[in-house]
């Protein structure tokens, strides 16, 4: 039985504010999506309270997947310095790693790179025409997507720059890191700038965790409408073949197609987790 270390990114003030609202935590909601795929996997959740698990204790396990986070890679405060140490020892120990959004900031400022707010603001709901580069095209982590996809997300912040000897994956007009592949120690993490864990219901439910900042910013002309949309992606969560919802909605099997979405998730576990490490 493999057995996964996963770092929630939030910290406890935020994760029970998004409970309050019956928002899954980001590592609730990728614990839901890798035991859909691996239900045999054992998963450990690491928060950013806890302390520092030690090198012996990291070597129990076979991964470590970083989640999303609503924190800045940039700042100085505890909880992200703590998750970035965290990187360091699981790379120093050789475990694979895989992150999503967060995860790959801070797998970045760990390895020397740089992360800053995007001056255009957020990317939020769908990262479009995300477009794989000739390097992805070549690598297992795109082996089930298309050349260009869309793909759930949400963030201010963006990397910058990527760190020496890193290997861009994946870029979009919105932000040039998509994906890309970081060396760091005794590791290589595979991480994406969007959210492949993440379901339409999820987004629906985090538009209405920041609905005062989705209609200040002009994403809604109000609540009432953000409240129309949001139904409507929790429609398409458990219709996900209803073709004219996913059409209404422009989006498609990209999102809706569950193994299709999370097929980043699924190439990291399959080959680094199960399999060789290429």
């Not at 302390?51 to 890679?73: K, Q, V, W």
């Not at 700042?75 to 995860?103: H, K, Y």
């Not at 999370?262 to 399999?275: D, K, L, N, P, S």
Request: proline share 5%.
């Amino acid at each position: 039985m493999s057995k996964i270390l996963l770092m929630e990114g939030n910290i406890a003030e935020r994760r029970a504010k998004g409970a309050a609202m019956g928002v899954r935590s980001s590592s609730g909601i990728y614990e839901q999506s890798l035991l859909a795929h691996f239900p045999e996997l054992e998963i450990d959740i690491f928060n950013p309270e806890d302390p520092l698990p030690g090198h012996n204790a990291l070597t129990a396990y076979d991964g470590m997947i970083i989640s999303g986070s609503g924190l800045h890679a940039y700042d100085t405060d505890f909880a992200v310095t703590n998750q970035i140490a965290l990187v360091r020892e699981a790379a120093e120990v050789g475990l694979p790693i895989f992150g999503s959004c967060w995860g790959l900031q801070i797998a970045a400022m760990a390895a020397g790179g740089l992360v800053e707010y995007h001056a255009v603001g957020r990317e939020v709901g769908f990262a479009r025409k995300v477009r794989v580069t000739d390097a992805g095209r070549d690598h297992p982590m795109f082996a089930k997507k298309g050349p260009v996809f869309d793909a759930p997300c949400i963030h201010y912040d963006e990397v910058v720059r990527l760190p020496e000897g890193a290997t861009l994956l994946a870029t979009n007009a919105h932000s040039e890191v998509q994906a890309a592949l970081i060396p760091l120690a005794n590791s290589e993490i595979w991480a994406v700038q969007y959210h492949p864990e993440f379901d339409t219901a999820h987004l629906a439910d985090l538009y209405r965790l920041y609905a005062d900042d989705m209609v200040g910013q002009g994403f809604f002309t109000d609540i009432a409408e953000l409240e129309t949309y949001c139904a409507s992606l929790t429609k398409l969560a458990h219709e996900p073949d209803n073709t004219a919802l996913a059409w209404q909605l422009g989006v498609d099997a990209d999102i809706t197609d569950d193994a299709r979405r999370r097929a980043e998730i699924i190439a990291w576990v399959e080959t680094c987790v199960m399999g060789d490490i290429p």
